[in-house]
């Protein structure tokens, strides 16, 4: 019987690639649409958005994977019915227990492949991939050193430069800003250069006027200055505060985080830890999923109807699971003592497949009880 266990895995994780494929092509689809307007619009090269896309691409496949493992297992067990092999395994004496063998190799290789995606190379590929948005981000306002043209880097924003140096330096700006509801400012300066700083790029005026146009009043302000930085980071798309996102650190340094993690973050403790936990707790669920998928099957016996019932009883158990894991996530985020909860759709999920298994067993006993004390009547 052996041999029946590797059939069924072998068809298990043939399945399991192929919706895996097809579910992460749809969603990546969807993200890299987005993501290209994003990119072109900011002038970039098509390499550029391949790399990036190729870096969304890890947590894209973290969060199909449980859906691809609770499909396999469906459309598996499905077939086994209707084509009555799951029949003949039963007939040889093969309990409900003994048949989830396979599927729970099939979960605990998905949870095995969840696992190394959160803790490692998604963390990592977030990393890289910010790392990367930021470095396009500063190049980015190489577009607006085009001497003697109007450029609209952003909506409401104007920036004309009469001529740019060979060093640098601009001559003769022009910065008109309309994104205020009420207001409309306009910079003029002499000179000014464009310098990096921690928080994003600036332009940074001398000698220049500022003009304050109210509308609603007709009102205009004139504020001569020497010098004056204007913020560029709001217009390329950085981080605001150059915060690091908590998804970007490794599960060690969400354990134990330190000041020097929780300034760079902004965040308190609490989202750092339900974060380093519930990366422990989503390989959990992968298995959750295939192990629901086949013993919600099971349970329901043969039907010439078809398992369409047994379907959509998988299809509420995972839904009821997913809601459980939402509702869990609040309580654990505000409270450090509330960090077990976490684990609590894990483990339910995994109760309740159980209760399906040990109920499909029931059901395959009880004709075969009821038969007993019939033939000794008969005898």
Same mark, same amino acid.
């Given at each position: ?167 640098? =330096? !601009?001559?003769? *700006?022009? #910065?008109? /800003?309309?994104?205020? $509801? @009420?207001?409309?400012?306009?910079? +003029? &300066? ?126 509420? =158990? !995972?839904?009821? *699971?997913? #809601?459980? /894991?939402?509702?869990? $996530? @609040?309580?654990?985020?505000?409270? +450090? &003592? ?42």
């Amino acid at each position: 019987m052996a041999r029946f266990d590797r059939y069924v895995l072998w068809q298990l994780l043939s399945l399991f690639g192929f919706f895996s494929l097809v579910l992460v092509g749809v969603y990546w689809v969807n993200r890299a649409v987005a993501l290209f307007d994003q990119i072109i619009s900011d002038g970039q090269s098509a390499g550029v958005f391949l790399e990036l896309t190729a870096l969304t691409l890890p947590n894209v496949i973290r969060l199909v994977l449980p859906v691809s493992a609770f499909a396999a297992a469906v459309w598996v067990t499905n077939r086994l019915a209707t084509e009555s092999e799951l029949v003949v395994a039963q007939a040889a004496g093969l309990g409900p227990f003994r048949l989830a063998r396979a599927p729970l190799v099939f979960g605990l290789v998905v949870a095995a492949l969840i696992a190394g995606l959160t803790h490692v190379i998604v963390p990592a590929s977030r990393a890289a991939l910010s790392e990367r948005q930021n470095e396009i981000a500063q190049n980015v306002t190489a577009r607006l050193l085009v001497e003697g043209r109007f450029m609209h880097p952003a909506d409401g924003l104007t920036v004309y430069i009469r001529e740019i140096e060979e060093t640098g =330096a !601009l001559n003769g *700006v022009l #910065l008109s /800003d309309s994104r205020a $509801a @009420d207001s409309r400012t306009t910079y +003029t &300066a002499r000179r000014a250069l464009l310098v990096r700083a921690e928080n994003g790029p600036k332009l940074v005026m001398v000698d220049g006027l500022a003009q304050t146009h109210f509308p609603a009043t007709g009102r205009l302000i004139t504020t001569r200055f020497s010098d004056f930085a204007y913020d560029l980071a709001g217009l390329i798309g950085r981080r605001a505060g150059g915060r690091t996102d908590e998804r970007e650190l490794s599960t060690a340094a969400l354990l134990r985080p330190t000041d020097e993690i929780l300034a760079a973050t902004g965040k308190p403790a609490s989202v750092l830890l339900y974060e380093a936990h519930a990366r422990f707790a989503q390989p959990l669920l992968g298995l959750v999923c295939a192990l629901i998928g086949f013993a919600a099957l099971v349970s329901g016996g043969f039907s010439r109807f078809g398992f369409w019932r047994q379907v959509a009883l998988a299809i509420v =158990a !995972l839904v009821a *699971v997913q #809601l459980l /894991d939402n509702a869990v $996530a @609040d309580r654990a985020l505000a409270d +450090t &003592a509330m960090l077990p909860l976490v684990y609590l759709p894990g483990a339910a999920g995994l109760g309740l497949a159980v209760g399906l298994l040990a109920w499909a067993s029931r059901r395959r006993r009880r004709p075969r009880d009821a038969a007993l004390p019939a033939a000794g009547a008969a005898a």
